[in-house]
């Protein structure tokens, strides 16, 4: 009896000196997120201890890169819930076209006023990441690296950041590194240059264009899709074509990047785009699955340009010391860096803040307009009542604000246009006189030439439209109603800005100055 105890403490203890044995090889900025991992902490660990034991030194920091940074990269599921938190059951793809789509939405609007895309699942990669699925991945990402002519410039660090990760976004997890390595074998042979990672970005994306398009529908889909979905539809929005690119190219050893704006600045909405970043530095924008690298225009202004990472920045806002634990929206991410300065001129902007922050706030947001709203675009930390928010676009009109409720904006002074020398023109005077305005348009319009001087204006007759002044809040100046003629307020605030919203709108309208008696859109 006793000899089979010591038999077993003897396995016992060969075991435990196996395991630590096995733990000496964990880095130990790894140790939290194998604790994190929970019940999948087996499958990241069988990674690290196959490269530990294969003994191939840059792949097992490959390893380590990509699961000591892996907390917070997930899939997320969306769908469309009431007030609730009832489910309604809503498919992009029922309708044949984006019309049809949106007068259908038009009415489900109407018919449940407090309907919106809530996340339904997050399933965090730490838990469910799979062991042969991250060693696929890595195996190719450096066959890519170090088998393709294009690839063997970039650095080690350059290689993790560009080349290496195995998502884009918030997609599911797909093994595709094999798929799009196996679909763009050979295409050296089709090349002047084989070296040249920009004509073979530009061989490949040809090829992604006669099979994946963007359709508008696809707003309407907010999970974004994976690869079978995408190959499946064929169709999706910016998010899906450039994941497809980014996995089509860094499979080959391209180090593509997914941009973006999370706000234009005269304009709504948003917008995300690729970007080829080569050995020497430059970095060449493009629309994956629509035009390549050289051919490629950003048509509106640009606040803010960010790129997407897969390690945590430490420099990103969510990591600094603060007052207030709350962050508005994707400016809480950890895994984004600012190429701004990429893209336009950028300067600093030194903003005397009119209102003091409240005791428990030290950190105030710059706000671009944008579909009818302030949204806060990049951040600063408030000193003795000044604020400067580094690197931002110009020519530009903004609003600094503080972020004190969980969901809400307060402006912290007034509206001001950035000039390309760092100088800000405030648009507010509580002593300017008041004027008369005559307005044409609610949005930047093309003006057309008229023999007879007279103004062409854009108006629908019949309609009423209303003309809101920034004090602090948007006040209403009043109404009129469109008749074929430009619209004349009266007893106008001078030195403001202003916002002509038709009735009924989805209050897309564009913000204006006025200069010698004309709109000027911001």
């Known amino acids: 009896m006793f000899s089979k105890i010591l038999k077993i403490v003897l396995l016992f203890l060969i075991m435990c000196a196996a395991s630590f044995a096995d733990e000496l090889f964990f880095q130990p900025d790894i140790i939290p997120i194998l604790e994190k991992a929970g019940p999948n902490r087996p499958e990241l660990e069988k990674v690290l201890l196959h490269y530990a034991r294969l003994g191939d030194t840059l792949e097992y920091q490959a390893a380590n890169f990509l699961i000591s940074n892996m907390e917070g990269h997930c899939y997320v599921t969306y769908s469309l ?14 309708y044949p076209n984006y019309d049809s789509l949106l007068k259908a939405w038009e009415v489900i609007e109407k018919e449940h006023p407090t309907l919106d895309f809530k996340k339904k699942e997050l399933r965090e990669d730490i838990e469910n990441v799979k062991a042969e699925f991250l060693i696929d991945q890595i195996e190719y990402a450096f066959r890519g690296w170090r088998e393709k002519p294009w690839a063997g410039d970039f650095s080690f660090g350059e290689f993790c950041e560009y080349i290496l990760p195995y998502r884009g976004s918030n997609e599911p997890l797909e093994n595709w590194r094999q798929y799009f390595w196996d679909k763009y074998a050979g295409i050296e042979s089709l090349m002047a240059d084989p070296a040249d990672p920009i004509e073979a970005a530009r061989i490949i994306n040809k090829d992604v264009m006669t099979y994946f398009t963007f359709d508008p529908r696809y707003y309407y889909h907010p999970t974004d899709q994976g690869l079978s979905e995408m190959l499946a539809n064929r169709l999706g929005r910016c998010e899906d074509m450039t994941n497809i690119t980014i996995y089509a190219m860094r499979a080959s050893g391209l180090a593509v990047t997914s941009d ?26 493009f629309m994956g699955a629509e035009a390549n690298p050289g051919e490629y225009t950003l048509w509106n202004k640009l606040a803010k340009v960010y790129r997407k990472m897969y390690s945590k920045q430490p420099d990103n806002l969510i990591f600094q010391p603060r007052k207030q634990e709350k962050v508005p929206g994707w400016l809480a991410g950890k895994s984004y860096i600012d190429v701004t300065s990429d893209y336009v001129k950028t300067v600093d902007a030194a903003v005397d803040l009119e209102k ?34 580094a690197r ?27 000039d390309d020398t760092g100088a800000t023109i405030t648009l507010e005077s509580s002593s300017a006189p008041k004027i008369e305005l005559s307005l044409i348009s609610t949005t930047a319009k093309v003006q057309q030439v008229s023999t007879d001087g007279i103004d062409t204006v854009f108006f629908e007759p019949g309609k009423e439209y209303e003309l809101f002044f920034w004090d602090n809040c948007w006040r209403s100046l009043g109404k009129l109603q469109a008749s074929g003629q430009p619209l004349n307020f009266a007893s106008v605030p001078s030195g403001r800005l202003y916002w002509l919203v038709a009735e009924g709108s989805n209050r897309d309208e564009r913000i204006f100055t006025i200069e010698d008696g004309k709109q000027v859109w911001w």
Not at 362 to 382: E, L, M, S, T
């Open 356 to 389: 003091a922050p409240p005791d428990s706030v030290d950190i105030a947001y710059i706000c671009v307009f944008n579909d009818g709203q302030w949204k806060p675009i990049h951040w600063g930390r408030v000193e003795n009542g000044d604020v400067t928010f």
């Open 392 to 418: 931002m676009g110009t020519d530009i009109a903004y609003l600094p604000a503080y972020y004190v409720n969980e969901d809400s904006l307060d402006p912290a002074g007034p509206p001001f246009i950035l």
């Open 81 to 94: 819930v009431d007030s609730a938190g009832a489910e309604f059951a809503f498919d992009s793809a029922d």
């Open 260 to 285: 973006y704006t999370p706000y234009w600045a005269n304009s709504g909405n948003n917008h995300a785009w690729n970007a080829i970043v080569t050995a020497d530095g430059r970095v060449i924008p």
